[in-house]
C-alpha cells in the first residue's frame, strides 16, 4: 500500500516557476514508477512527466518539455515535478501516481496509486 500527497501548488504569473512535491509513505516506494498527470477544467486528465524505479526520467509530454523536469529522492519518499516557464496552459489540478510495474508510462489504469492533486494557477 502507498499513500501519496501532493504539494506546492499556487497561483503563479506566466513565464514564473513551481516545484511541486509528492510525498508517498510505504517502504517499497523505491520499487515504484512516478507519473505526473494533470487535469484542467473540462478537459480529460493527461500524462505530463514520469520517472521510473530506477529515477530515469521518462515520456514527458511534448507540452512541457524543456520547461519541466521530473525528479525523486528513494531516501525521503519524495518526487519532485519542476516546472519553469509555466504558461497559463498549463493551469490545472496536478497529480501523482505511483505504478507497481516500477516503469512510468503515460497509461492511466497502469498507475495503482492515486493523490488528491494539488492546483496550479497560471495568471496571463
Known amino acids: 500500500q502507498v499513500q501519496l500527497a501532493e504539494s506546492g501548488g499556487g497561483l503563479v504569473q506566466a513565464g514564473g516557476s513551481l516545484r511541486l512535491s509528492c510525498a508517498a509513505s510505504?517502504?517499497?516506494?523505491?520499487?515504484?514508477?512516478m507519473g505526473w498527470f494533470r487535469q484542467a477544467p473540462g478537459k480529460e486528465r493527461e500524462f505530463v512527466a514520469g520517472?521510473?524505479?530506477?529515477?530515469?526520467?521518462?515520456n514527458t509530454a511534448e507540452s512541457v518539455k524543456g520547461r519541466f523536469t521530473c525528479s525523486r529522492d528513494n531516501a525521503k519518499n519524495m518526487v519532485y515535478l519542476q516546472m519553469n516557464n509555466l504558461k497559463p496552459e498549463d493551469t490545472a489540478v496536478y497529480y501523482c501516481?505511483?505504478?507497481?510495474?516500477?516503469?512510468?508510462?503515460?497509461?492511466?489504469?497502469?498507475?495503482?496509486?492515486w493523490g488528491q492533486g494539488t492546483q496550479v494557477t497560471v495568471s496571463s
Open positions: 520517472i521510473t524505479w530506477r529515477g530515469i526520467s521518462a
Open positions: 510505504g517502504r517499497t516506494f523505491s520499487s515504484y514508477g
Open positions: 501516481a505511483a505504478a507497481g510495474t516500477g516503469w512510468a508510462t503515460k497509461m492511466e489504469n497502469e498507475y495503482d496509486y
